[in-house]
Each structure stands twice: as C-alpha cells, then as structure tokens.
C-alpha cells in the first residue's frame, strides 16, 4: 500500500480511516478490553444467555479476565444464573460492574433496577443507549474477554450494538427445532454485513442423554449444525445438550459448577479471535 497522504479521493485502497460513518464507539477511558464476543441469536429464548454463561465460566477457568455485557436489557438473566444479587455502584466518573463469585465482571440491566422483577418498558432506541451505555459508560478495568448477550433477534437493538461496539467476533445460538435455516441465516448474515466473522454455531438442546441406558436421543429432530456451519463458512460448531442439571444450575444461581466442555471447541476459536487494537 502507498504511504496514506489522507487523501481518500486520490486513494484506492479500502483501508478503515476511508469509513468516515463508522459509529464506532470508544469504551470508558478506565477500560482496557482485549476481545469483545457477541453471543447472538436469531430469536429469543434458545438459550443464548446459558451459551455466553457457559463460554465466560469456561474461560474464567482458564485463568482469563472475564466480562458479561448483558445487553439483553428487556429479558437479562445473567445475574440471576451466577446468583449475583448485589446491584452496581457508581464512582464519580462511571459505572461500577457487579463481580460474580469466581470473578466475572457483569453489568445487567437488573444491577440498575431497584427490584429484578421491574419491566423495562421503553421503545427500541432508549434500549439500545442502555445497551451502548453499558458499554461507554461502565469502568470494566483490565479484561481479556468480553461476551455480550445480544439481544434476542436482527431489530435495531443489536444493529446499533453491532455498529457502535469494535466486535472481535460473533457466536451464533440456535436450537435443532428451530426453523434453522431462516433463523441462523439472519443472524450469520447480519454478522456479515458488519464484517464481524462468525467463530461458532452452538447448537443447544441439541440431544438428550438417558440417564438410564446412556443413549443419545435427538429430541428436537436431527442436528444439521455441521451442515450449518458447511454452508456458511462459520469456523467451528459445537452441541449442546439438554440437561436438568444446567436448568438446575441456572435457577439455583450456581452456573460456576456446570460442565462447560460443550462449549470448548467454541472457546477455543475465541481465544484465537483478533485483538482489538491490532
Ligand atoms: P435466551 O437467552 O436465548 O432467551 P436462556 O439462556 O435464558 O435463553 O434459556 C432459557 C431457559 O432454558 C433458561 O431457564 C435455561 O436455564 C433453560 N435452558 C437453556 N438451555 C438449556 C439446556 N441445554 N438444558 C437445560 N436447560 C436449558
């Protein structure tokens, strides 16, 4: 490439100071953020907040300074399957994140609220600020992986989230029931159309296994995530079972003591995810 004279009308090179729209923006000055995940799903309910409570515990594990983001703000269920009851605090100049028990730092629209319970009844564009805000106005320090739990589908909350938030990278949550194709189309796509590469397709519910003879039953019908992930050049996929003791975890608080190893071959392509900066 020639040296940049800032120039673009003389320039043919599509590098990123060409995007003048970009709306890109900065975190809190006191946050230093290495990689920041999206965890999307094309609709709600398939168990994207598990997914992204699954990846941070795994990680946390492995000794990585871990944020949750739940920019879900009209269905956020992260603090309730860590058990974390505190609400944030403010400093002068931000946000202070609740810290969950092996270290996670989470910030939730239910650490705001005066009772959990509370709905968020407000239009589309004061939820996404509240999404944004978490992110501009939140002191997150040091941290080695962010995950965000995207709010549920392809509306304006997760394109803004899309649009102002540097990702590294998305990871898409569907569920063998689903009208997959359609659904997880839509969301690799939107990924796409922002340029965020797709590390991974979990497919959750993906298959029970009886605790009696210990044979795989596919409950939702056949997977077709590695057909997915074929047809959409996604990196990696992995399966997620139906499992009561993941219900049991999730309402008892307790998500630390799941068994996260569905979720490593998803981890795995995040630890391998651009830096941001680089
Ligand atoms: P979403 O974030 O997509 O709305 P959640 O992660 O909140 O979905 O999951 C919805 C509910 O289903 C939660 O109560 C969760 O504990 C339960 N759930 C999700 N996946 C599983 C699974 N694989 N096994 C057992 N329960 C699950």
Redesign the pocket.
């Known amino acids: 490439m020639p040296d940049c004279t800032h120039d673009c009308s003389t320039c043919a090179s599509a590098c990123g100071s060409r995007e003048k729209t970009s709306l890109i923006k900065p975190p809190h000055a006191r946050s230093k953020i290495s990689r920041v995940i999206a965890v999307a799903?094309g609709k709600?309910?398939?168990?994207?907040?598990?997914v992204t409570a699954l990846l941070a515990v795994r990680a946390r594990a492995m000794g990585q300074r871990v944020a949750i983001l739940d920019a879900?703000i009209t269905?956020p269920?992260s603090m309730k399957a860590f058990g974390v009851k505190e609400r944030a605090t403010g400093a002068e100049d931000g946000i202070l994140p609740v810290e969950t028990r092996s270290g996670i730092k989470m910030i939730s629209m239910n650490a705001l609220l005066e009772h959990e319970d509370d709905p968020v009844i407000w239009r589309g564009s004061l939820i996404a600020g509240a999404a944004l805000q978490f992110w501009t106005d939140v002191i997150w320090g040091d941290v080695d992986i962010m995950f965000i739990d995207m709010p549920?589908g392809t509306g304006d909350v997760p394109l803004s989230v899309f649009q102002s938030i540097p990702l590294s990278g998305a990871v898409v949550?569907t569920t063998p029931q689903d009208l997959v194709e359609m659904i997880v189309k839509k969301a690799v796509n939107m990924a796409n159309m922002m340029n965020v590469p797709v590390l991974g397709i979990a497919e959750?519910?993906s298959y029970f296994t009886c605790p009696d003879c210990g044979k795989r039953h596919e409950l939702f019908g056949p997977s077709r995530v590695e057909e997915l992930k074929r047809a959409y050049h996604v990196r990696t996929s992995a399966r997620?079972?139906?499992?009561?003791a993941?219900?049991q975890l999730?309402n008892e608080g307790r998500i630390e003591e799941a068994d996260t190893d569905p979720v490593a071959p998803i981890l795995a392509e995040v630890l391998r995810s651009r830096l941001l900066g680089r």
Not at 44 to 50: A, E, I, P, R, T
Request: avoid cysteine; glycine fraction near 18%.
């Open positions: 799903s709600g309910g398939v168990g994207k907040s598990l879900d269905g269920s549920p949550v959750n519910m997620i079972p139906v499992d009561p993941l219900t999730v």
